[in-house]
C-alpha cells in the first residue's frame, strides 16, 4: 500500500542525503525521503506564496474546509507557515444540508481545526434555506458553487478576512484551462485576484502543487480527511483529468510544463472575472444580478418547495 502510494525508488534524499525510503517526485524531477517530504511540500507552497505575493504581514487569512485533502493540506500548510510569515489563520466549513454525509463530512473537518489549532466557523446552509439539488434548471453542482462562492466572501468579511486561500490544485487549473481551451477561450484564472469592493483578494497558493502530494502530504503529516465523494458526485466533469495522468505517465513533469507553458501563452485575465454591479436589495451582499444568489436561490427553493406541498 505505502509503495504504491509514494512510489519507492532506489537513490538518495535530496534534503538529507539519506537512501532509506526516498521516493520520486516527479513533477519536479528529483528525489525526497519520506520524513523530509512534509517539509519539502511546505516550502514549495511558501516560494509560490511569496512569488505572488499572495499573503503579507498582518494579513487575516481565510481557508474554506470542504474535509477533503486539498484544503486540509492547504490549512496545515498555512498554519506552519503563518508563524514565519506573519498572518493570522481562519477556517470556515459549509455544512451542505445532505444528511448524514454532511454530518459526517463536518466531523471530520471539526477534527481538522482542532489538531491544526486553527478557529472554526461553520455554516449550516439548511438555516438559510438552501439545500443542494436542481432548481430553475441550474444542475446541483451549479448550485453547490453558487452558494459556496457566495458563502466564502461572506465568511471573509465575518472574520475580517482580507484574504481567501482556495485549495485550487494543479490538475483544477489544468482542467479550467482545458476546458476553455475546448471552448476557444484563450485565458487562465490568475493565480492572485485582487480585492473588488468588499470582497477579499484571492489567492491559489496550491496551483502548482498535484493532488498525489497533497494526499503524500495528508498521509505523511497524519492528517484526517474525508475520503468520500459528494452523493451528486459525477466521473464526466472530471474524466479529462485522465489526460493529464496520462500525459504525467508519459512525460514526467509533463502536468506542470505544461501549465508554466499555457500560463505564458494565455496569460491570466482579470476582466472574465466576476464582478459585483450592485447590492442585493434583500441581504446587502455585493452582486451583478438584481438579487444575490444566496437570497435568489432561497426564494426559487421555497417556491419550489410551496409547489411540491401544494
Ligand atoms: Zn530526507
Ligand atoms: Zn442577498
Known sequence: MERLIYQLVEGKCRI???????????????????????????????????????????????????????????????????????????????????GDFSDRNLAIVEEQAVRAGVELRVVRIGELGLRISKVKGWKPCAVCGAIKRALMNREARAVGANVLATAHTLEDMLLFAFKNLLSRRHYLPPPVLEPIGDLPKKVKPMMFTSERHTLQYCLLRDIPFFPEKCPTWSPKGHSLKEVFETLERIVPSGKLQLLLSLMEVMPPREEYMWRPTGTCPECGEPTSQPKCPLCQLSEWFSSQQGRESA
Open 16 to 98: 538529507c542525503g539519506s537512501s532509506t525510503q526516498v521516493m520520486r517526485v516527479t513533477e519536479f524531477n528529483l528525489k525526497v525521503c519520506l520524513s523530509c517530504y512534509p517539509r519539502f511540500f511546505e516550502r514549495r507552497i511558501r516560494r509560490t506564496l511569496e512569488k505572488y505575493d499572495m499573503v503579507r504581514e498582518g494579513d487575516r487569512v481565510l481557508v474554506a474546509l470542504s474535509g477533503g485533502k486539498d484544503s486540509a493540506a492547504l490549512l496545515f500548510t498555512l498554519k506552519r507557515l503563518s508563524a514565519h510569515l506573519g498572518f493570522d489563520l481562519f477556517a470556515t466549513h459549509f455544512h451542505l444540508n445532505m
